[in-house]
């Protein structure tokens, strides 16, 4: 695809080699990132961050990605301030907020709208979050994880044998992910849930038209055997329809370092779109792994900046001017881990 | 005026050279507003966002405004966040808050609130509107767009044809506008509302003082037939008693390119303040109106940009140096529309 | 201690040469501060300003002091916008969003928590206000003013007089100031309260022991007659068990300029962490104090923005070259008062 000027809306938008490309100016981030360099690339540009739905990490990790590129960043938050409230549409909204800045990262619950929003906006839009529909940014570093994780052990994402647990039914990131999967060749996907939050048929269906091998499992121990990730997520209870449905399953499914030991292969990648829920009567990923150095929870959350850093550069068309703009940092940076 | 230092609380403060003043450095602005420019000029100056009540567009184009001089901007918004419900004076917030920025935009629900801060501030402090009262930068960047639009037809304000359409009694725009318009000659105004919702008395009068033709109208089809500019304006529902009371309005005076064709002289300038309410049962300015290349409306909220860029550039004083510290852009700037 | 890369968490933490170097680099950022001169010492770093709980002036404060060092600022307010409501611990939400930023400012209504989070933070911490706990830039802004304040009448703050006056048991601010007066010799401290709100016994006990002359009593004007400050405090209404129970208290102690006239020796500063209580049943500091050269609260709180760039200077060791950064003031910095 071109770059320059796009909306990130949805993973289905990437082939194999935009992905490629994403990643490898996402390596370039890293002395920016990691601040041992400072660039300017983007000095005097302005990021309209425009959260129609509460977050922070989402929120933060796109602001700080646009601020280490040189950028600024002008803010909005919640819907009390929206004059959508005003009977205003997604196109005036749209049209009045893309002459305010030069890229947007929206988030909004509403499935479509940030498309739509984008049809009419003057500046290139990205999908922060859409409802339950797409969040590409997300996917992205997810992959972008497996990848850097699996580089360093000598292996590609191809034949990737990769466990995805949990609610698999409500977590977006598990379905986006998925759809970036079938990018790539010969993957064996374990799919352990409870038979009541299973993964959409439709992707497990399209896994398996790409040509991977897909197990379906509500046991965790034997699925988690033979994998190199086991990607834990979280019982989305705020999808239920009560507290009380949402603690059916919580819990159900404990990743901790005692049964990593005992059933996964040495160097199993453990990942989480994060938030875990370390609530007793969840903890899908215990507190116990975290001196684990397999546990990438951390490393993918890190890495989630280096990929908005690279969509940001592609999209504005500065690739090749990062590191003409850059110097060293010239403040402490040392990092306690 | 005397603009260095100068708090912006009304639109009473200014004559018409100030205005003709501010207009001309708007003009000035237009480079660095569509991102073909970038200037430095306030490199280190924050801007301090005083937002106690809810607002997107305007607070996002003060603060995209001063970003794209170079400035910072500190925010708070919302009242929940603020000593005030501590027992705290106006007086101390702004003894206080003043210390922290170079100059204060504020926004305050109660008429009056901001002239009382802007007496105890110790920095230069802009009326980003308090209550009912007063939004003078609201009311010149209306000002400007038409004498941008009017430009383009090789006239000036002077002569000026205007209708005013809708909820005159509660738009505190059109107040503001008015008494704007009341700087210059052989204005013909005319004011369509219902009679409940009339332009208040004492404004009519003083556009009759300074020998203005003021025509007071119900009906909508015959009073845009013969104008330079419609100013259309939203039924501000949330200042009346109960949604059955306001419902009693919404939808009365419905502008559409169907009207528009059968009514208007060709290139009748369309105007709104927004947001326009585009729910079924208003729809004062109709969506169909969107590709007639006479609906100014985003080209107004594009005019907020240059208008406060000017404002602040006047304010801190420093005109004359904007391009000094100004380059090219490097990063890509095509807009779509 | 090593400022370089540390966490401030509590007054505890600091020796008195620590105060007095902090002090002294806080004296080095006046030009800065009051606008004459502008440093990037800061440039391209980012101060993340995570503030779960309501802030206008402390949170505003901070980011205006990293924005005056060149930095910028990313900010989260309130607890709806956070993973932690969906069961992630303080562990996960440090080790996430301290990827984000090269230093972290922190509030947070739970005592202890800000500790925690800076346990399991890669970046340093400081600590913005943790519940009834600790804010140690709030107390060593008011030694600061005490200093500053002294200084200008040719006095260091050894054999200090200072009376404190109000809520004394559920005010952070004394207790932490009275901490950081331990490090000094000789003092006399006068503590005004009513019984029920007196300071807690412990420190008490911790002045005494270091050597101080401390005296507790119920009545204003003798306590106030031979101190060098007066430190009044307003009482917490929002700590107390109803409004019925506080307002016992309110209005109970009240300085204004002829009880000061009448009591205080010439010249005795007068300070107050603000916000003060201007309601007319509170007013624990009268409005006609206003013009008394003084009244110190509002050289106080511009004095919490000296105190908080050199914290940042510090953690983030650039003390020396802040300067190197420098340059003049290009736009209108003149002040009103």
Redesign the interface.
């Known amino acids: 695809m071109q770059f ?2 796009s909306h990130i809306l949805s993973v289905h938008q990437f082939e194999r080699a935009d992905v490629e490309r994403i990643f490898s100016v996402a390596d370039d981030m890293l002395p920016y990132a990691q ?1 041992s360099r ?9 990021l ?1 961050s425009m959260f129609f739905e ?4 989402t ?3 796109f ?2 990605a646009f ?2 590129l ?1 950028g ?6 919640g819907f ?4 959508i409230a ?4 997604l ?3 749209a ?3 893309s ?4 890229v947007i990262v929206m988030r909004h619950p509403t499935p479509g709208s940030v498309s739509e929003f984008a049809a009419a ?4 839009v990205i999908n922060g979050g859409d409802g339950s529909n797409e969040h590409p940014s997300q996917a992205l570093l997810d992959l972008y994880t497996i990848k850097s994780e699996l580089a360093a052990r000598g292996r590609g994402i191809d034949q990737l044998r990769i466990a995805m647990v949990g609610d698999l039914r409500h977590g977006r990131t598990v379905h986006s992910l998925c759809k970036l999967l079938c990018l790539f060749n010969d993957l064996q996907v374990v799919l352990v849930s409870p038979e009541e939050l299973s993964m959409p048929a439709e992707i497990v269906e399209e896994l398996r038209t790409q040509g991977h091998a897909v197990l379906e499992s509500d046991v965790l121990e034997e699925s988690i055997a033979h994998v190199d990730i086991v990607y834990s997520t ?1 019982i989305q ?2 999808r239920f329809a009560s507290q009380e449905e949402a603690d059916l399953y919580r819990g159900r499914f404990r990743l901790n370092q005692s049964v990593y030991t005992s059933h996964c292969e040495p160097n199993t990648v453990i990942m989480h779109p ?6 007793d009567n ?1 903890r899908e990923l215990d ?1 116990d792994l ?1 001196d684990n150095p397999n546990l990438a929870i ?1 490393r993918q ?2 890495n989630g ?1 280096l990929v908005r850093m690279a969509l940001f550069v592609l ?4 690739a090749d ?1 990062v590191d003409q703009h850059a110097r060293d ?9």
């Open positions: 320059a000027g601040r400072v660039t300017k690339v983007l000095d005097g540009a302005i309209g509460p977050s922070t990490r929120r933060v990790s602001g700080s601020n280490m040189g600024e960043v002008r803010e909005t938050t009390e301030n929206s004059a005003k009977g205003e549409s196109y005036d909204t049209r009045v907020l002459g305010y800045s030069d906006s003057r500046v290139p979280r209870e705020e994060l938030p875990r829920d370390s609530r969840a507190d975290n951390f959350t890190d900046v999209i504005l068309d500065v001017q940092v010239n403040w402490y940076t040392q990092r306690r881990f």
